[in-house]
T-cell receptor
Framework: DAKTTQPNSMESNEEEPVHLPCNHS???????IHWYRQLPSQGPEYVIH???SNVNNRMASLAIAEDRKSSTLILHRATLRDAAVYYC???????????????FGSGTQLTVLP | NAGVTQTPKFRVLKTGQSMTLLCAQD?????MYWYRQDPGMGLRLIHY???????AKGEVPDGYNVSRLKKQNFLLGLESAAPSQTSVYFC??????????????FGPGTRLTVL
């Protein structure tokens, strides 16, 4: 799987939007962009994923650059509960039938200030 | 529906001791994984299983063994613990591989200290 680059840390004020960037300049045409987050003392949890188009779900939005070399996870109104490490992960769905491990980098530590 | 559970939550071992970590999932997932997470780092895959009775090595398999005798359980064994194995261990499961997207569900982790 191709490599991703994220800032080590970011801060946000509570109830304000947060934009978490991820660079993936070597992304292949079939790589999906996944985001997971890890709350303190918990296992990672899925946030969102996308391929080419922007995506929205109840937790967040994912904005993908037209050339797919970068993406941004958007939390529309950060809460204290959103303080976590956010991981941007690329996954090639091929080859079929093989285990699809997640390759974690060190992620972005998001601090939400009250 | 408990999702993915791990036993125990905490454990302290002396160098050379052995132990087994148990992971159980109630989502009928085919795939299961064991990861370790060292302080300040991301997770690294130790071993994984694509189905009952099958296991395979991940990125950092040395010093660990695994077994998947039942579909819902995945065991991680340390035969002779070493201080370098001090870490937090996470188990995960997913519904299937080979599709564009398969969300992995993680357990709460086991914090292991080897003295």
């Amino acid at each position: 799987d191709a490599k991703t680059t994220q800032p080590n840390s970011m801060e946000s004020n509570e109830e304000e939007p947060v934009h978490l960037p991820c660079n993936h300049s070597t992304i292949s045409g079939t790589d999906y962009i996944h985001w997971y987050r890890q709350l303190p003392s918990q296992g990672p949890e899925y946030v969102i994923h996308g391929l080419t188009s922007n995506v929205n779900n109840r937790m967040a939005s994912l904005a993908i650059a037209e050339d797919r070399k970068s993406s941004t996870l958007i939390l529309h109104r950060a809460t204290l509960r959103d303080a976590a490490v956010y991981y941007c992960i690329l996954r090639d769905p091929l080859p079929s039938g093989s285990a699809r491990q997640l390759t974690f980098g060190s992620g972005t530590q998001l601090t939400v200030l009250p | 529906n408990a999702g993915v559970t791990q036993t125990p939550k905490f454990r302290v071992l002396k160098t050379g001791q052995s132990m087994t970590l148990l992971c159980a999932q109630d989502m009928n997932h085919e795939y299961m994984y064991w990861y370790r997470q060292d302080p300040g780092m991301g997770l690294r895959l130790i071993h994984y299983s694509v189905g009952e009775g099958t296991t395979a090595k991940g990125e950092v398999p040395d010093g660990y063994n695994v077994s998947r005798l039942k579909k819902q359980n995945f065991l991680l064994g340390l035969e002779s613990a070493a201080p370098s194995q001090t870490s937090v261990y996470f188990c995960a499961s997913s519904s299937q591989a080979g599709v564009p997207y398969n969300e992995q569900f993680f357990g709460p982790g086991t914090r292991l200290t080897v003295l």
